[in-house]
Nanobody, 125 residues
C-alpha cells in the first residue's frame, strides 16, 4: 500500500528558507508524477511544483525562481527547497503521487490518488 509522509515544515520569518521532504513507501516503481500542493485557510488547494516520469518539472507562477523541486535517484523521495519565503507561502503543504494519467482536453493529466498527511509552513512578516 502506497504511503507518503512529509516533513520539514515549520515557522520562519519572511526571507528564510525551508526544505520539505516526502518519503514514499509501499511501492517499487517510478510514479507517473509526484507533486507538492499547498492549501491555505479559506483558499483552494494549489499545485506548487511537480516532476513527471519524463523529468519534466512544472512550477506555479507564484513560486518560480524561489522554489526548487527534486527527486531522489530511487524515485521514492520528493523534496521542495523553498527560498525567500513570503507570508503568502503560509499553508499546509502536501505531497502527492500519481500512478497514471488521464487524457483531459488533449493533454495527459496526472491522477493524484495518493496523498500525505501534510506539513504546515508558517511565514511571518
Amino acid at each position: 500500500q502506497v504511503h507518503l509522509s512529509e516533513s520539514g515544515g515549520g515557522s520562519v520569518q519572511a526571507g528564510a528558507s525551508l526544505r520539505l521532504s516526502c518519503v514514499g513507501t509501499g511501492y517499487s516503481y517510478r510514479m507517473y508524477s509526484m507533486a507538492w500542493f499547498r492549501q491555505a485557510p479559506g483558499k483552494d488547494r494549489e499545485e506548487v511544483a511537480s516532476i513527471d516520469t519524463d523529468d519534466d518539472i512544472t512550477y506555479a507562477d507564484s513560486v518560480k525562481g524561489r522554489f526548487i523541486v527534486s527527486q531522489d535517484d530511487g524515485w521514492n523521495s520528493l523534496y521542495l527547497q523553498m527560498n525567500d519565503l513570503k507570508p503568502e507561502d503560509s499553508a499546509v503543504y502536501y505531497c502527492a503521487a500519481a500512478i497514471q494519467a488521464a487524457l483531459e482536453g488533449g493533454d495527459l493529466k496526472p491522477l493524484f490518488d495518493y496523498w500525505g498527511q501534510g506539513t504546515r509552513v508558517t511565514v511571518s512578516a
